[in-house]
């Protein structure tokens, strides 16, 4: 029996997250979320200060990408929520398990334009897995229950959880449920095992079968299952950008990211598949270029856990519904007793295998000491495998798609969706709370790097030392590269300047800052970083003419690749 | 192609902002809607009509079963379905023969007559929406004032 306590909301709040497992929360505190925070005086939860609410949510999204278990952030009503929407959206768009926690007017200001109130639940509405906005102080250990279930099973994603000011004051009664029931959430379907037979007769059947493994697979951390897939039946592995990462890409089958900066032997050979086991994706544009193009001539066999991403962009022929790291397992099991090992060469792997040396060999790379690739290359090679990377959003993180191989699975992150400028750093930080015991390194643009640099302050005194690998060209150089592509070098609006100077501010912030202008530099600095106990930012100068290529243009496909010439 | 989808979902504030919102923000199209409790109060049934292909409503369909708030969702097929909309015409009265036709066309459609005056009279007919606007098309040449319509409420039959 569930015992009953007296007590606060904000107190049932605290208990019911330490019921959860919770021991860090990012935030930032204002009127409307006092009570919770002072709470923190009476539990064993740690609170890490932020100075922009953007940025905690941006943690928490980093720390559940990388734990699996929602990361949770704090913030007061009005601008404090609005200011973590954007990070909610960018969980949302990566389905990425959160708990966002947003302080809100009383009860019965509700609606009266009070002083900081924001209607920040019809606000965040189209950008939630699910919002509550519990009246009595007696339903928050329920919905603290349901909130943490409904954000990390099936399609994870973010919950927004908005208490009123006076719902966390008032004492109640508390009941802490162990069980519970969401009649209208369902997030678990059993993979249907016919369904899985079939798929396997199409891969077997196909002539030109590839894997193309999306976040999903990360997501559900079925990584041994798409492996042993992929060898039993010999088929080159592709991911989306999101599932970078997902295989690893020092394996002789993997052939990297497609999409629009994806590698060009990728992007070739999924244009010459004739079917694909599509896993945990959802076909965005930017994987995929056109949906018609791509669906063409090509048998999708689709798994997903959302059975609303079936058919969505892509017309599928055998669609297999549930975790997809359960519907794997049973695929593999299923081939292990058919014994059907396609261990001999045949004809299109041997094509997948010369087109990928190809690419290897003949890819143009900026001929400079510090080209993109050169210095991508050296962070692999000097980081440690199990080391977590995250990027910002720009020509930077195109080419750590390209140049940075993800060689142990799932220790790769990026804002793909949303594609959010600011969003590495923070969730660098959150990585780092989640995983201490690694190395953590934000690979940086310059203009993404500003977006959420305050957070140094955070990594410095909260003592949380994460690695930026600023990649600076002083630009807002993917938007240059684009005027430079489709608006005959017309350059407007991309120019940072060189401001700030990226050692100083790191310095300022009691951070180590260091500026690596040879491979040399690159290499000491990126040791001193690993070996400090501070969080370091590198500053690499580069081209700002340098482009990311191969490009596949939006609204072409992947067989439009532009290449360097 | 034109659908009706019933759908059971939780009765509580803010859940038909959520459906409308889906509608919005997927860029699907909502030609009606109607909502009201069921016999258990924890429910609510909404009833909504809308345009689009086979693929297109399939994904309405999935997107909103996939909301937390909705227990079930369905496609109803036309043929296997009771479905009706509420709706009152206020019609102009030109001469003293259009009270009378009125009255006949209303009849026709199973009508009723409410509020009769001299220049005006209200009709009120539960039909199909195909029959309530071939009723329009008929009325239009008196004169409509006005017309309010519910949306449509449907139910499938047993055994169907
Ligand atoms: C919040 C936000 N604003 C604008 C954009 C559009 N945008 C995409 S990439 C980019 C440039 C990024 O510059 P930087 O971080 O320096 O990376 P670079 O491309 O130079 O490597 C911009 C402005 C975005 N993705 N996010
Ligand atoms: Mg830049």
């Known amino acids: 029996m569930n015992k009953m306590e007296t007590m606060t909301g904000a107190r049932a709040l605290m208990v019911a997250m330490e019921k959860e497992g919770v021991k860090e929360v990012f935030g930032l505190p204002g009127g409307a979320n006092l009570p919770m925070y002072d709470e923190f005086a009476r539990c064993n939860i740690r609170h890490i200060l932020v100075r922009h609410e953007q940025s905690a949510a941006h943690m928490a999204d980093g720390f559940g990408r990388v734990s699996r278990k929602p990361g949770v952030c704090f913030a007061t009503s009005g601008p404090g929520a609005t200011n973590i929407l954007t990070g909610i959206a960018t969980a949302q768009a990566d389905s990425s398990p959160m708990i966002a926690v947003t302080g809100q007017v009383p009860v019965a200001m509700i609606g009266k334009d009070a002083f900081q109130e924001s209607d920040i639940i019809g606000m965040a509405n189209p950008v939630v897995k699910y919002a509550f906005q519990p009246r009595t102080p007696g339903e ?82 079925a990584f041994a299952e798409l492996q042993s897939i992929a060898e039993l039946l010999m088929i080159p592995v592709v991911t989306t950008f999101k599932g970078k990462g997902a295989f690893p890409e020092n394996h002789p089958l993997s052939l990297g990211p497609i999409g629009m900066h994806g590698h060009a032997e990728a992007n070739k050979m999924m244009t010459e598949a004739d079917c694909v086991l599509a896993i945990g994706t959802r076909f965005s544009d930017r994987s995929v270029g ?10 999708i066999i689709h798994m997903d856990v959302d059975p609303a ?3 969505k962009n892509q017309t599928t022929s055998v669609a297999v519904v549930g975790d ?15 014994a059907t090992k396609r261990t001999e060469e045949n004809t299109w792997i041997k094509h997948v295998k010369e087109t990928k040396a190809y690419w290897k060999e003949n890819l143009k790379l900026h001929p400079g000491e510090m080209g993109a690739a050169k210095i991508l290359r050296k962070l692999r090679e000097v980081l440690p495998r199990e080391s977590i990377v995250t990027t910002e959003v720009g020509q930077h993180q195109m080419w750590a798609s390209l140049f940075y191989d993800v060689i142990q699975p799932g220790t790769f992150f990026s804002s793909t969706g949303l594609g959010t400028m600011g969003w590495g750093f923070p969730a660098a930080i959150g990585a780092k709370v989640a995983r201490p015991d690694v190395p953590v390194v934000d690979i940086a643009g310059d203009g993404s790097f500003s977006m959420t640099e305050n957070s140094l302050a955070t990594a410095v005194l909260e003592d949380i030392p994460v690695i930026v690998f600023l990649l600076n060209n002083f630009t807002l150089g993917m938007v240059a590269q684009w005027q430079r592509t489709f608006y005959n070098r017309r350059m407007i609006g991309v120019d940072q300047g060189k401001c700030p100077d990226y050692v100083k501010l790191a310095e300022s912030y009691g951070a180590q800052g260091i500026r690596a202008q040879s491979m040399d530099e690159l290499d000491k600095a990126i040791k001193t970083a690993l ?13 700002p003419e340098e482009d990311v290529l191969p490009f596949v243009a939006p609204g072409t496909s992947l067989a439009d690749m532009i290449l360097p010439s | 192609m034109w659908a009706i989808l019933t759908l059971l979902v939780e009765n509580k504030p803010g859940i038909l902002f959520k459906v409308t919102h889906l509608f919005r923000s997927r860029n699907f199209n909502i030609d009606s809607i109607s909502v009201g409790v069921t016999d258990n109060p924890e429910y609510s049934r909404m009833t909504i009509t809308t345009y689009g292909d086979e693929k297109q409503v399939e994904q309405i369909v999935k997107q909103l079963d996939k909301m937390i708030d909705t227990i079930e969702v369905k496609h109803l097929d036309e043929h296997k379905t009771v479905y009706r909309e509420l709706s009152i015409f206020k019609i102009k009265l030109s001469n003293a023969n259009d009270s009378m036709e009125v009255n006949k066309l209303a009849n026709a459609y199973g ?50």
Do not use: C
């Not at chain 1, 070996?531 to 081209?543: E, L, N, Y």
């Not at chain 2, 239009?140 to 319509?149: D, H, L, S």
């Open chain 1, 309 to 311: 991403e079936i058919g």
């Open chain 1, 290 to 299: 056109t949906f018609e193009a791509f669906e063409k001539r090509l048998k």
């Open chain 1, 531 to 543: 070996k400090s106990d501070v969080a370091t930012v590198i500053d690499i100068p580069i081209d």
């Open chain 1, 140 to 221: 928050i250990p329920g919905v603290v229950r349901k909130g943490f279930y409904i954000a990390e099973t099936g399609r994870p994603g973010p919950v927004l959880i908005d208490i009123p000011k006076d719902v966390q004051q008032k004492e109640a009664n508390m009941i802490f449920p162990d069980e519970f029931k969401i009649r209208g959430y369902n997030p678990w379907t059993d993979p249907d095992i016919v369904h899985v037979e079939r798929a396997i007769e199409m891969l077997l059947s196909a002539e030109r079968p590839i894997i193309l493994a999306g976040g999903g697979t990360i997501i559900s951390s």
């Open chain 2, 111 to 160: 009508g009723k007559i409410h509020d009769v005056r001299k220049e005006s009279i209200m009709v009120e007919l539960t039909a199909t929406p195909d029959q309530i606007r071939a009723f329009e098309e008929l009325a239009k040449p008196f004169g409509i004032i006005e017309v309010a319509r519910t949306g449509v409420a449907a139910l499938q039959r047993s055994g169907a």
């Open chain 1, 324 to 338: 997809v790291r359960a519907s794997l397992r049973i695929m593999v099991k299923m081939l292990m007793q058919r």
